[in-house]
C-alpha cells in the first residue's frame, strides 16, 4: 500500500496542473478544491464521444433543451453549499435559520417575477414534477365531482403522459387541435369545457416551435366557465411577461434550468384566492404547505431565486438582442438556401426558439453533419426517438418535412459570430446533402415530385 502511495506521489509531482477559480463566492468562501488539466502537445484539440470525433466543443444553440448557469446565479449558490450549508427546515438553530431565510428571499424573487404571492410559490424537483402534481393532483381530489380534462395535442410529453395516465383511472380528456400556426383555437376551447371539466392545461410558449397561447384571453375563458387554469409556463418565465392575475392563472409550472439558473429545481404557482385544492403526489414530512415533502434543496433553490433577480433586470434588453440574433440567423440561411420553412407562428412566437424545416434532406444526417454545432430535432425529452415530432405532425406539417427540422435555441450569452457561423455551417450541410439528393435534382429540373407515382417492388 505504501509503495502505491508513493508511486502516485511522485507521479502527482510531475504532473503540471492549473487551478481554475470559478466564481467570486468561491474565493470568498474558500479556495476550490485542486482541477488538474493535463495538456498533450500532440492532441490537436479533437474530442471524440459516443463515437463521433469534433474538433472541439461545438458552439452551444440548444437554450430549449437547458441553458449556462449565469455566472451571477452561481455567485449566489456557492456559499450554501460550503459555509452556509444548514436545513432549511431545522429550527434550533443559526445553520437552519439562515437557509430558511435564504430560501424564502428565493420565494419572494419567484413570485414578484409573475406578480404572485410568495405564499402562492411550492418547490418541486422541476417542471416535470409540477406539472404531474397540477393535474393528477388537481384531478384526483375533485374525482368525484370532476371527470374531464381539456389540453392540446402539442403539450409537453409530461402533460400528455400525465393525461393519459387519468385516462387509465376512468377520466375523460380531450386533447385539442391547434391550426398551422401552433395557436389553439379560443372557439374551439370554450366549446369543449363541459360542466364536468376539472382542469384545461394549456402551455405558455411551446418547448418545441416557440410559440406563443393567447394566455389572456385562455385565462378569461376559464374564468367565466369557473374552470381553473394551468400552464407549463417552464419556457416563459424569464422570457415573456407573465402576470397570473391578468392571465387569471391557476397552477402555473416552472423550471431554473431553462433561464439561466441550476437543473433539478423547479417550482409550482398555486393559486390562493380562489384557493385551488390539489392531493399531494409525495408523502414525508409536509415541507411546502404539505403538497410537495422534502427536503428543500437550499442552494438550488437561491439559485433559482437569483435567475429570476437577473431576469426580471434584464428580460427587456434579452428579447431586443434574441430578436436581432434571431433575424440573422433566419435571414442568413433563407437567403442562400430554398426550401427552408420556420415551423409556427412567426408573429406569436419566442425569438429564441427557432425550428426550420429543410426540404429535401435527411433530417438525421443532417443533425450529424452538423455535429460542431449543438442544436437538437426537437424535445430533448424525446429527441431519442427517430419518429417525426408530434408538435409538427399536429401542425400539419408533412412527415418528410416533419423529419428535416432543425430547433436552434438562442439565448442571453449567443453572440453574432456564433450565429455568423452557425448559418455557415448549416448552409453547407444542407448543400452537400442536396447534391446527393436525386430528389432535389428532379425539383431543379421541374418535376413536380409530389405527383409521381412511385412503383412497389
Same mark, same amino acid.
Given at each position: 500500500?505504501?509503495?502505491?502511495? #508513493?508511486?502516485?506521489?511522485? =507521479? ?12 467570486? =463566492? ?20 479533437? !474530442? ?5 470525433? !469534433? =474538433? ?48 424564502? #428571499? ?34 384526483r381530489f375533485v374525482r368525484d365531482k370532476k371527470r374531464h380534462v ?19 383511472? %376512468? ?47 385562455? %385565462? ?73 415533502? %422534502? ?10 431565486? =437569483? ?72 424535445? #430533448? ?29 438562442? %439565448?442571453?450569452f449567443t453572440t453574432e459570430e456564433e450565429i455568423d457561423r452557425a ?35
Open positions: 500500500m505504501a509503495s502505491k502511495l #508513493a508511486r502516485y506521489a511522485a =507521479a502527482a509531482a510531475t504532473t503540471t496542473t492549473r487551478y481554475r477559480t470559478f466564481s467570486t =463566492a468561491a474565493l470568498a468562501s474558500a479556495p476550490p478544491p485542486p482541477l488538474p488539466i493535463t495538456e498533450d502537445p500532440s492532441d490537436d484539440g479533437a !474530442i471524440t464521444m459516443k463515437g463521433v470525433r !469534433i =474538433a472541439g466543443r461545438p458552439l452551444y444553440l440548444d437554450m430549449q433543451a437547458t441553458t449556462p448557469v449565469d455566472p451571477r446565479v452561481l455567485d449566489a449558490m456557492l456559499p450554501f453549499n460550503l459555509s452556509r450549508f444548514g436545513n432549511p427546515h431545522s429550527r434550533t438553530h443559526l445553520y437552519g435559520w439562515e437557509s430558511d431565510e435564504a430560501v424564502e #428571499a428565493a420565494r419572494a424573487s419567484i413570485a414578484s417575477l409573475v406578480n404572485a404571492s410568495p405564499k402562492e410559490i411550492v418547490f418541486t424537483s422541476g417542471a416535470t414534477e409540477s406539472n404531474n402534481i397540477s393535474v393528477k393532483g388537481l384531478m381539456v389540453t392540446t395535442q402539442t403539450e409537453h410529453k409530461c402533460v400528455l403522459d400525465s393525461c393519459r395516465h387519468l385516462q387509465q383511472e %376512468g377520466f375523460d380528456v380531450t386533447y385539442l387541435p391547434v391550426g398551422a400556426d401552433g395557436i389553439v383555437d379560443l372557439d374551439r376551447l370554450a366549446a369543449s369545457i363541459r360542466p364536468d371539466t376539472g382542469l384545461v392545461s394549456i402551455m405558455a410558449v411551446n418547448n418545441e416551435i416557440g410559440v406563443i397561447q393567447p394566455m389572456e384571453e385562455i %385565462g378569461r375563458i376559464c374564468k367565466e366557465k369557473g374552470v381553473p387554469f394551468h400552464t407549463d409556463a417552464a419556457q416563459a418565465l424569464g422570457k415573456i411577461p407573465i402576470d397570473v392575475e391578468t392571465m387569471n392563472i391557476s397552477l402555473m409550472s416552472l423550471s431554473a434550468h431553462k433561464i439561466y439558473g441550476p437543473k433539478g429545481v423547479g417550482a409550482l404557482y398555486v393559486r390562493r384566492r380562489p384557493r385551488v385544492r390539489i392531493e399531494p403526489q409525495m408523502n414525508g414530512g409536509g415541507q411546502e404547505r404539505g403538497l410537495r415533502s %422534502g427536503t428543500v434543496p437550499t442552494p438550488l433553490v437561491v439559485g433559482f431565486g =437569483a435567475a429570476c433577480e437577473v431576469a426580471k433586470r434584464e428580460m427587456a434588453y434579452d428579447d431586443v438582442r434574441i430578436k436581432k440574433l434571431n433575424e440573422r440567423l433566419v435571414d442568413g440561411i433563407q437567403s442562400r438556401i430554398d426550401g427552408v420553412v420556420v415551423n409556427g407562428s412567426t408573429e406569436r412566437r419566442y425569438a429564441g426558439n427557432v425550428n426550420l424545416s429543410f426540404a429535401y434532406v435527411e433530417g438525421e444526417s443532417l443533425l450529424m453533419g452538423l455535429k460542431d454545432v449543438a442544436v437538437s430535432s426537437g424535445s #430533448a425529452c424525446t429527441s431519442a426517438s427517430l419518429e417525426p415530432s408530434y408538435v409538427l405532425r399536429a401542425l400539419g406539417v408533412e412527415e418528410d418535412m416533419a423529419h428535416t427540422s432543425i430547433r436552434y435555441g438562442i %439565448g442571453r448559418v455557415e455551417l448549416t448552409v453547407r450541410q444542407v448543400e452537400k446533402l442536396r447534391e446527393m439528393s436525386p430528389l432535389y435534382e428532379m425539383v431543379k429540373e421541374g418535376i413536380d415530385i409530389k405527383n409521381i407515382q412511385w412503383a412497389q417492388h
